[in-house]
């Protein structure tokens, strides 16, 4: 695996919630910092929210989620969560891993999430 792996997309009504996951490559470290991006059709990719590596606290959110989206991680089993509360039609997007700043190499096929009455 050389890639970000990403899970847990689908389709969710406006307020709803859903997890993503994402499995970090074996090469990145637990000192990595990680973000979860997103590009919706059309739109430039953004940054959604960064997590610190292992012992650093750094938690940094786009201004359009806080409050709604939470990142964590697993250390052991290497796999950052995005839980996002809340959806609007505004966040439907391609979600996607990668180190901050990201690397072209690490890009995964991302979780489509689609938000919809």
């Known amino acids: 695996q050389g890639q970000f792996m990403e899970f847990g997309g689908g389709l969710v009504q406006p307020g709803g919630s859903l997890t993503l996951s994402c499995a970090a490559p074996?090469?990145?470290?637990?000192?990595?910092?990680v973000g979860w991006y997103r590009q919706a059709p059309g739109r430039q990719r953004e940054s959604v929210a960064v997590i610190g590596g292992e012992g650093d606290d750094r938690l940094h959110y786009a201004d359009s989620v806080k409050d709604r989206f939470t990142i964590s991680r697993d250390f052991v089993k290497n796999v950052v969560f995005l839980h996002a509360t809340n959806l609007e039609p505004a966040d439907a997007a391609v979600y996607r891993c990668?180190?901050?700043?990201?690397?072209?190499?690490?890009w995964g096929w991302g979780a489509t999430v689609t938000v919809s009455p």
């Open positions: 074996k090469r990145i470290t637990s000192t990595s910092v």
């Open positions: 990668n180190l901050l700043p990201p690397v072209d190499d690490y």
